[in-house]
């Protein structure tokens, strides 16, 4: 099978690595992809995998390219290509492509949609309003005394949302938003939730319309430095599984989240293939909905695919064709955790052009994979290109040896200005805190 995957991160160097594994796959693509998904071989005919110099929102000029190019599967990373409605132009050119189409993707896309679906189905999330209006929206956060979570409806460059500790803080998030118009149109309209305590978990499911297989959890590290301080990045770190749910909690997991959200989208005609990754807080009322994306998380695919054993063409074929029922998951033991090594400055403004060096090295360690995102090649060297430079993977019997075996890849590595957290999985190790039942507390 000749596929092309669309993206260029680490998340989209993880599927192409895994693709490639697939006796399935004859021919590999990826459009932009990075200085990563160009090195990798396929098992089949040991063929390189071809970059395509087109970007992700390049609907046009990737629909050309497929039209000359034949792909039979193109698998999308990630968001905006599916927001802008990738998945519908290419079934109408009649093309087989792996992701939501646009009304599905409006689960991530539109944060009113995402909401108002929960409350139609009952599915336990935050107490929450949307507004146009900022007198309205100022009344109901003062009436939580600031403590909430304001959200620009629409895609933000990860951006839009504020999570206010005060009124002051609540009252300026919606200013900026409502009447600032910071993200433009995608913040016309606001969400606005209740702030939720708890541990938050990723949870991923595979969906093929009417089935949807769920993953173990995984856990992302979104602030930039150790101890959870500083501001909020892209994700500096997973790893997976998580400790916090037991079986019967995974099971209460399918039964008040997953279930209702799939017969939801089936009786509203929603046709959902592809990745729903709902980031949940583990509260002590039960686990809530924070936020739904369509897509595969980044860097979650990182751990998932290290510790994934199907063979994932299958997988995505069987998900875009509505074929997943006869599928099961299967996971190696033990666990996988990623480091995010990235560039000094991230989230904020940082320099490109690094030397990276050490790879070569990393590249030989056992059960660790360096995934490449902010990278790319230039006369032989390979060079910073990105915030997030790579997530140093690895894998192994048990979370701890997982984490010890990935921060000894990352000490091979360096590139001026590294920066990278040294504390992950600090809440797992931990669990539970001394003194404390592990998450009982809910049932
Ligand atoms: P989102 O993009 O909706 O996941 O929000 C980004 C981050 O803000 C989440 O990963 C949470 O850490 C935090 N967050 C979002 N909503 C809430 C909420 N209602 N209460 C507390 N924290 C939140
Ligand atoms: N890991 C965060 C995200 O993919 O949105």
Redesign the pocket.
Known sequence: MKILVIGSGG?EHAIVWKLAQSPHCTSLWCAPGNAGTATERLAANHSPVINIPLGAENLPGLLAWAQTNRPELIVVGP?NPLALGIVDLFQSHHFKIWGPNRQAAQFESSKVFAQAFMARHGIPTAQAESFTDPVQAKIFTDSMGGRCAVKADGLAL?KGVVVCASQAEARQAIDHMLVGHQFGEASARIVIQEFLEGIEV?LHALCDGTSALLFPTSQ?H?RAFDGDLGPNT??MG?YCPTPFLNEDQMAEVQRVILKPWLKGCIQEGIDYRGII?P?IMLTAKGPKVLEF?A???????QVYLARLENDLVELLDASATGQLAQHTLRWKAGAALCVVMASGGYPGHYAKGKTIQGLDKASKLEKTKVFHAGTTLKNDQILTHGGRVLGVTAWDSDLKAARKRAYEAVQTINFEGVMYRNDLAHRALHYPPPGENPRSGHN
């Open positions: 998340r968001d990860g990723s992302d979104k892209g994700g997973t990754y980031g994306n897509r595969f998380g980044d860097p979650e695919t």
